[in-house]
């Protein structure tokens, strides 16, 4: 049996045996190979993108993220971070893990291995033909993303995936997978490595290339971020201050009356100042 490349052995052997410093200097060796692979797919990110906005700003459609282990986690992470980052709604972005959110912290047992569960994880939801399914999945094996996948395409949604190996049944059965081959891991088949590590930069990419063009961000500025912490709230004074030329004082005191970067900014940005 041919072993798929996320499970080849490591370039690297005997790892015990290593110092620290080549401990490290090894794993960073490996990993630039990280963004490399990812610049080869691109273009195939970039079609699953104009699709994700299409479906969202045509067809006030969302964007669904399953997965599993490691894969699911980096889903839900990815979801989890565009309502404060971006100021959309958590019902916007929707990421899912096999075995529920108790699966973040603890792993449960055949969780993954059920090819009928997403599906139904996904009714919970109401998604519909409106929406986007990513399935992730390093392997492209995993019957819980794999059977997710299948069933929305046959429910008429549009399908994608992220994944690890070229020719995966995940690729297969996705209308636009994303198949970045990192190659084998430092530690064989840890793929909570390079792996995971392209899996995140890549949803990185989705998630803000798509925020972006529905017009999330303001030049390089994130004017819909929700101010809930002190840390923000200093942000968005310091972007009025900018962008209005005005003092510290007047920043904080139009922040705290709109509640929003991008309300002040659409209000002030071409008044003439007194």
Known sequence: MEKRTTEQASLYDHLEKMSTSEILTSINREDKKVPEAIEKVIPKIEELVEKVVEQISVHNGRLFYIGAGTSGRLGVLDASECPPTFGVSDNVIIG?????????????????????????????????????????????TTPYVIGGIKDARKNGLITGCITNNEGSPLAEAAEFPIEVVVGPEFVTGSTRMKAGTAQKLVLNMISTAVMIRLGRIK????VDMQLSNKKLVSRGELMLMEELDISEHLAKTLLSEYKSVRKVLEKYKNKPKS
């Open 219 to 222: 030049g390089n500025k994130m």
């Open 96 to 140: 899912l893990i096999a075995g529920g959110d108790v699966a973040l912290r603890k792993a449960v047992e055949n969780a993954e291995d059920d090819d009928t569960r997403a599906w139904k994880d996904l009714q919970e939801y109401k998604i519909s033909k409106n929406d986007v399914l990513i399935g992730i999945a390093a392997s492209g």
